[in-house]
Protein backbone atom coordinates (compact mmCIF):
# COMPACT_ATOMS: atom_id res chain seq x y z
CA UNK A 1 0.00 0.00 0.00
CA UNK A 2 1.56 3.41 -1.26
CA UNK A 3 -1.33 5.48 -0.32
CA UNK A 4 -3.75 5.07 2.76
CA UNK A 5 -7.08 5.96 2.09
CA UNK A 6 -8.53 9.12 4.07
CA UNK A 7 -11.48 7.12 5.32
CA UNK A 8 -9.15 5.58 8.28
CA UNK A 9 -9.89 9.25 9.49
CA UNK A 10 -13.58 7.76 9.99
CA UNK A 11 -12.24 5.82 12.45
CA UNK A 12 -12.58 8.06 15.59
CA UNK A 13 -12.65 5.23 18.15
CA UNK A 14 -9.64 3.73 17.91
CA UNK A 15 -6.63 3.45 20.57
CA UNK A 16 -4.33 1.85 18.30
CA UNK A 17 -2.98 1.93 15.14
CA UNK A 18 -0.21 0.00 13.04
CA UNK A 19 0.71 0.50 9.41
CA UNK A 20 4.07 -1.37 9.49
CA UNK A 21 5.72 -2.46 6.15
CA UNK A 22 3.58 -0.49 3.71
CA UNK A 23 5.14 1.91 1.47
CA UNK A 24 3.60 5.25 2.69
CA UNK A 25 5.75 8.10 1.53
CA UNK A 26 2.93 10.78 3.36
CA UNK A 27 -0.53 10.30 5.56
CA UNK A 28 -3.64 11.80 4.88
CA UNK A 29 -4.56 14.62 7.36
CA UNK A 30 -7.38 13.48 7.96
CA UNK A 31 -6.09 11.12 10.77
CA UNK A 32 -5.74 14.10 12.74
CA UNK A 33 -9.61 13.15 13.77
CA UNK A 34 -7.91 9.62 15.42
CA UNK A 35 -7.53 11.38 18.67
CA UNK A 36 -8.42 8.57 21.10
CA UNK A 37 -5.14 6.86 19.66
CA UNK A 38 -2.77 5.75 22.45
CA UNK A 39 -0.48 3.70 19.90
CA UNK A 40 0.73 4.56 16.22
CA UNK A 41 3.14 2.48 14.84
CA UNK A 42 4.58 3.29 11.07
CA UNK A 43 7.54 1.02 10.67
CA UNK A 44 9.11 0.30 7.57
CA UNK A 45 7.59 2.94 5.48
CA UNK A 46 9.24 5.85 3.33
CA UNK A 47 8.17 9.28 5.11
CA UNK A 48 10.77 11.85 4.96
CA UNK A 49 8.79 14.34 7.10
CA UNK A 50 6.23 14.42 9.77
CA UNK A 51 2.66 15.93 9.14
CA UNK A 52 2.38 18.56 11.69
CA UNK A 53 -1.13 17.35 12.45
CA UNK A 54 0.50 14.25 14.09
CA UNK A 55 1.48 16.85 16.81
CA UNK A 56 -2.68 16.71 18.00
CA UNK A 57 -2.55 12.93 18.69
CA UNK A 58 -1.35 14.14 22.35
CA UNK A 59 -3.08 10.82 24.15
CA UNK A 60 -0.02 8.56 21.75
CA UNK A 61 2.03 7.05 24.66
CA UNK A 62 3.75 4.75 21.90
CA UNK A 63 5.24 6.33 18.65
CA UNK A 64 6.93 3.84 16.56
CA UNK A 65 9.04 5.34 13.87
CA UNK A 66 11.52 2.68 12.82
CA UNK A 67 12.75 2.04 9.07
CA UNK A 68 11.61 5.24 8.02
CA UNK A 69 13.75 7.99 6.20
CA UNK A 70 13.21 10.74 8.81
CA UNK A 71 16.48 13.18 8.25
CA UNK A 72 14.48 15.89 10.96
CA UNK A 73 12.37 15.67 13.69
CA UNK A 74 9.93 18.75 14.31
CA UNK A 75 9.93 21.03 17.08
CA UNK A 76 6.27 20.42 17.46
CA UNK A 77 7.23 16.33 18.94
CA UNK A 78 7.91 18.05 22.26
CA UNK A 79 4.20 18.52 22.12
CA UNK A 80 3.13 15.06 23.01
CA UNK A 81 4.26 14.86 26.17
CA UNK A 82 2.37 11.85 27.26
CA UNK A 83 4.55 9.22 25.08
CA UNK A 84 6.48 6.36 27.21
CA UNK A 85 8.06 5.01 24.26
CA UNK A 86 9.60 6.24 21.41
CA UNK A 87 11.04 4.41 18.86
CA UNK A 88 13.23 6.13 15.81
CA UNK A 89 15.27 3.50 15.06
CA UNK A 90 17.05 3.22 11.37
CA UNK A 91 16.52 6.51 10.41
CA UNK A 92 18.72 9.15 9.00
CA UNK A 93 18.96 11.94 11.63
CA UNK A 94 21.62 13.96 12.15
CA UNK A 95 20.44 15.88 14.93
CA UNK A 96 17.43 16.55 17.51
CA UNK A 97 15.11 19.19 18.05
CA UNK A 98 15.13 20.53 21.83
CA UNK A 99 11.79 20.12 22.44
CA UNK A 100 12.60 16.13 22.79
CA UNK A 101 12.92 17.10 26.36
CA UNK A 102 9.61 18.06 26.93
CA UNK A 103 8.67 14.50 26.61
CA UNK A 104 9.15 13.90 30.67
CA UNK A 105 7.22 10.68 30.62
CA UNK A 106 9.39 8.67 28.28
CA UNK A 107 10.68 5.88 29.93
CA UNK A 108 12.08 3.93 26.41
CA UNK A 109 13.88 6.00 23.48
CA UNK A 110 15.29 4.18 20.76
CA UNK A 111 17.46 6.37 18.40
CA UNK A 112 19.87 3.28 16.89
CA UNK A 113 21.28 3.44 13.39
CA UNK A 114 21.10 7.00 12.84
CA UNK A 115 23.56 9.56 12.38
CA UNK A 116 23.90 11.64 15.59
CA UNK A 117 26.96 13.75 16.49
CA UNK A 118 25.53 15.31 19.60
CA UNK A 119 22.61 15.29 21.72
CA UNK A 120 21.01 18.37 22.96
CA UNK A 121 21.06 19.26 26.84
CA UNK A 122 17.13 19.26 26.84
CA UNK A 123 18.12 15.26 27.10
CA UNK A 124 18.84 15.68 30.70
CA UNK A 125 15.32 16.11 31.89
CA UNK A 126 14.33 12.92 30.81
CA UNK A 127 14.85 11.28 34.20
CA UNK A 128 11.94 8.65 33.47
CA UNK A 129 14.03 6.86 31.42
CA UNK A 130 14.78 3.35 32.06
CA UNK A 131 15.89 2.72 28.68
CA UNK A 132 18.54 4.43 26.13
CA UNK A 133 19.78 3.10 23.16
CA UNK A 134 21.99 5.01 20.58
CA UNK A 135 23.40 2.52 19.01
CA UNK A 136 25.38 2.81 15.57
CA UNK A 137 25.71 6.64 15.63
CA UNK A 138 28.42 8.98 15.08
CA UNK A 139 28.95 9.98 18.56
CA UNK A 140 32.53 11.44 19.87
CA UNK A 141 31.88 12.42 23.03
CA UNK A 142 28.96 12.29 26.11
CA UNK A 143 27.55 14.74 27.68
CA UNK A 144 27.79 15.23 31.39
CA UNK A 145 24.65 15.15 31.78
CA UNK A 146 23.92 12.02 30.81
CA UNK A 147 25.02 10.76 34.32
CA UNK A 148 21.72 12.67 35.51
CA UNK A 149 19.40 10.07 34.07
CA UNK A 150 19.64 8.01 36.88
CA UNK A 151 16.58 5.61 36.42
CA UNK A 152 18.06 3.82 33.62
CA UNK A 153 18.83 -0.17 33.69
CA UNK A 154 19.39 -0.08 29.75
CA UNK A 155 22.04 1.46 27.66
CA UNK A 156 23.08 1.15 24.53
CA UNK A 157 26.33 2.99 23.37
CA UNK A 158 27.56 0.13 20.51
CA UNK A 159 29.18 1.09 17.31
CA UNK A 160 29.89 4.90 17.89
CA UNK A 161 33.37 6.84 18.20
CA UNK A 162 34.13 7.26 21.78
CA UNK A 163 37.45 7.27 23.33
CA UNK A 164 36.23 7.54 26.61
CA UNK A 165 33.27 8.29 29.53
CA UNK A 166 32.48 10.78 31.69
CA UNK A 167 32.61 10.47 34.85
CA UNK A 168 28.92 11.15 35.58
CA UNK A 169 28.02 7.71 34.14
CA UNK A 170 29.25 6.52 37.54
CA UNK A 171 26.18 7.67 38.67
CA UNK A 172 23.93 4.94 37.23
CA UNK A 173 23.62 2.80 39.77
CA UNK A 174 21.04 1.35 38.01
CA UNK A 175 21.89 0.10 35.07
CA UNK A 176 21.99 -3.43 34.55
CA UNK A 177 22.90 -4.03 31.21
CA UNK A 178 25.28 -1.55 29.71
CA UNK A 179 26.72 -1.97 26.19
CA UNK A 180 29.78 0.19 24.81
CA UNK A 181 30.68 -2.53 21.90
CA UNK A 182 32.57 -1.08 19.22
CA UNK A 183 33.77 2.03 20.24
CA UNK A 184 37.79 3.33 20.81
CA UNK A 185 38.36 2.84 24.05
CA UNK A 186 41.42 2.32 25.04
CA UNK A 187 41.23 2.88 29.61
CA UNK A 188 38.74 2.11 31.58
CA UNK A 189 37.65 3.84 34.27
CA UNK A 190 37.74 2.72 38.15
CA UNK A 191 34.59 4.03 38.95
CA UNK A 192 32.97 1.53 36.15
CA UNK A 193 33.42 -0.90 39.49
CA UNK A 194 30.54 1.40 41.20
CA UNK A 195 27.54 0.27 38.82
CA UNK A 196 27.37 -2.97 40.92
CA UNK A 197 23.96 -4.13 39.27
CA UNK A 198 25.23 -4.83 36.24
CA UNK A 199 24.54 -8.30 34.94
CA UNK A 200 25.28 -7.88 31.31
CA UNK A 201 28.59 -5.78 30.01
CA UNK A 202 29.82 -5.82 26.68
CA UNK A 203 32.73 -3.95 25.84
CA UNK A 204 34.08 -6.15 22.68
CA UNK A 205 35.92 -4.80 19.65
CA UNK A 206 38.00 -1.67 21.38
CA UNK A 207 41.45 -1.01 22.01
CA UNK A 208 41.62 -1.87 25.63
CA UNK A 209 45.00 -2.72 27.10
CA UNK A 210 44.29 -3.48 30.98
CA UNK A 211 41.41 -3.77 32.94
CA UNK A 212 40.70 -1.78 36.04
CA UNK A 213 40.98 -3.76 39.54
CA UNK A 214 37.31 -2.31 40.25
CA UNK A 215 35.52 -4.75 37.59
CA UNK A 216 35.82 -7.19 39.80
CA UNK A 217 32.97 -5.15 42.42
CA UNK A 218 30.40 -6.28 39.45
CA UNK A 219 29.73 -9.39 41.61
CA UNK A 220 26.05 -9.86 39.95
CA UNK A 221 27.39 -10.28 36.28
CA UNK A 222 26.29 -13.02 34.55
CA UNK A 223 27.61 -11.85 30.96
CA UNK A 224 30.75 -9.92 30.53
CA UNK A 225 32.36 -9.52 26.33
CA UNK A 226 36.02 -8.53 26.30
CA UNK A 227 36.56 -9.98 22.65
CA UNK A 228 38.74 -8.40 19.93
CA UNK A 229 40.67 -6.01 22.20
CA UNK A 230 44.40 -5.93 23.19
CA UNK A 231 44.56 -7.75 26.35
CA UNK A 232 47.84 -9.09 27.56
CA UNK A 233 46.48 -10.09 31.64
CA UNK A 234 43.74 -10.32 33.54
CA UNK A 235 43.21 -8.41 36.57
CA UNK A 236 43.00 -11.05 39.84
CA UNK A 237 39.70 -9.35 41.31
CA UNK A 238 38.25 -11.05 38.02
CA UNK A 239 38.10 -14.25 40.10
CA UNK A 240 34.74 -12.50 42.50
CA UNK A 241 32.59 -12.68 39.36
CA UNK A 242 31.28 -15.76 40.50
CA UNK A 243 27.89 -15.31 38.95
CA UNK A 244 29.60 -14.93 35.50
CA UNK A 245 28.02 -17.78 32.83
CA UNK A 246 29.41 -15.76 29.47
CA UNK A 247 32.63 -14.95 29.60
CA UNK A 248 34.25 -13.91 25.91
CA UNK A 249 37.98 -13.39 25.79
CA UNK A 250 38.43 -14.02 22.18
CA UNK A 251 40.99 -12.05 19.54
CA UNK A 252 42.85 -10.38 22.34
CA UNK A 253 46.63 -10.82 23.36
CA UNK A 254 46.81 -13.29 26.04
CA UNK A 255 49.12 -15.91 26.29
CA UNK A 256 48.60 -17.40 29.83
CA UNK A 257 45.27 -18.21 31.49
CA UNK A 258 45.18 -17.86 35.57
CA UNK A 259 43.98 -20.72 37.45
CA UNK A 260 41.64 -18.69 39.26
CA UNK A 261 39.53 -18.85 36.19
CA UNK A 262 38.53 -22.17 37.79
CA UNK A 263 36.78 -20.40 40.51
CA UNK A 264 33.85 -19.09 37.93
CA UNK A 265 31.81 -22.42 38.59
CA UNK A 266 28.49 -21.73 37.07
CA UNK A 267 30.28 -20.49 33.45
CA UNK A 268 28.70 -22.05 30.45
CA UNK A 269 30.33 -20.33 27.85
CA UNK A 270 33.98 -19.26 27.42
CA UNK A 271 35.79 -18.31 24.24
CA UNK A 272 39.32 -18.15 24.03
CA UNK A 273 40.00 -18.51 20.47
CA UNK A 274 42.42 -16.26 18.91
CA UNK A 275 44.75 -15.74 22.10
CA UNK A 276 48.17 -16.82 21.97
CA UNK A 277 47.18 -19.31 24.30
CA UNK A 278 49.57 -22.94 25.05
CA UNK A 279 47.93 -24.77 27.67
CA UNK A 280 44.61 -24.01 29.43
CA UNK A 281 45.48 -24.17 33.51
CA UNK A 282 44.81 -27.27 34.94
CA UNK A 283 42.15 -25.56 36.87
CA UNK A 284 39.49 -25.19 33.97
CA UNK A 285 38.97 -29.04 35.02
CA UNK A 286 36.49 -27.28 37.71
CA UNK A 287 34.37 -25.47 35.53
CA UNK A 288 31.68 -28.69 35.28
CA UNK A 289 29.03 -26.99 34.20
CA UNK A 290 30.78 -25.76 30.82
CA UNK A 291 28.77 -26.79 27.73
CA UNK A 292 30.67 -24.84 25.25
CA UNK A 293 34.58 -24.20 25.62
CA UNK A 294 35.91 -22.27 22.19
CA UNK A 295 39.64 -22.88 22.19
CA UNK A 296 41.99 -22.37 18.37
CA UNK A 297 42.34 -26.01 17.84
CA UNK A 298 39.42 -27.55 19.13
CA UNK A 299 36.08 -26.85 20.41
CA UNK A 300 34.60 -28.77 23.12
CA UNK A 301 30.81 -28.84 24.21
CA UNK A 302 28.23 -30.38 26.36
CA UNK A 303 30.57 -31.17 29.18
Do not use: C
Not at 165 to 183: D, F, K, M, Y
Not at 212 to 233: C, F, I, V, W
Amino acid sequence: MTVLPGAFGNLTALTMLDLRYNKLTALPESLSNLTALTMLGLVGNRLTVLPEWLGTLTHLTRLNLVGNRLTLLPEWLGTLTHLTDLNLNHNKLTALPESLGNLTHLTRLSLDHNKLTALPESLSNLTALTMLSLSANWLTILPEWLGDLNALTFLDLSSNKLTALPESLGNLTHLTRLNLAVNRLTVLPEWLGTLTHLTDLNLDYNQLTALPESLGNLTHLTRLSLGYNKLTALPESLSNLTALTMLSLRANWLTILPEWLGDLNVLTFLDLNGNELSVPPESLDNLATLHELHRDGYRLTSR
